[in-house]
């Protein structure tokens, strides 16, 4: 019996060696894009800029913008629809540095230029990661 035991704490072994191997490779396949791409944060990136891409959670998406005429609001889905930053809710955060990184999280990700009128003008990006 004891010869049994010991092969079974070897499989044990293996098995959560394996699993942290293969951990850190879901995370190096994360990959960062530039919003935008050279233009940057601006309007009409939903018709545009996200055509063909593929986002998954863990993926860092970069936000560059002059921070004297723009803003970067993540917030929820209501407050996208609406163009409305909501004035006190835990799932919105409002960055003002012109080279904003945010991970992405698993299903839709949320984005709005808070400026009086750039949302209602498509300075706004919704993104789901899978």
Avoid at 10 to 33: N, S, W
Avoid at 102 to 114: A, D, E
Avoid at 121 to 128: F, I, R, S
Wanted: charged share 20%.
């Amino acid at each position: 019996m004891a010869a049994g035991q010991g092969r079974g704490s070897a499989a044990l072994v293996a098995g959560l060696l394996l699993l942290c191997l293969l951990l850190p490779a879901a995370d190096a396949a994360a990959k960062t894009y530039i919003v935008g791409d050279d233009a940057g944060w601006s309007k009409n990136l939903e018709a545009t800029w996200l055509a063909g891409k593929t986002f998954y959670a863990g993926d860092v998406l970069v936000f560059k913008y002059d921070k004297e005429h723009h803003d970067l609001v993540m917030l929820g889905g209501k407050g996208y629809r609406r163009c409305q930053v909501p004035r006190h809710s835990s799932k919105s955060r409002v960055m003002r540095t012109g080279n904003d990184a945010v991970t992405l999280s698993r299903g839709n990700n949320y984005f709005i230029c808070g400026e009086p009128g750039h949302c209602k003008n498509n300075m706004k990006l919704a993104v789901k990661a899978w």
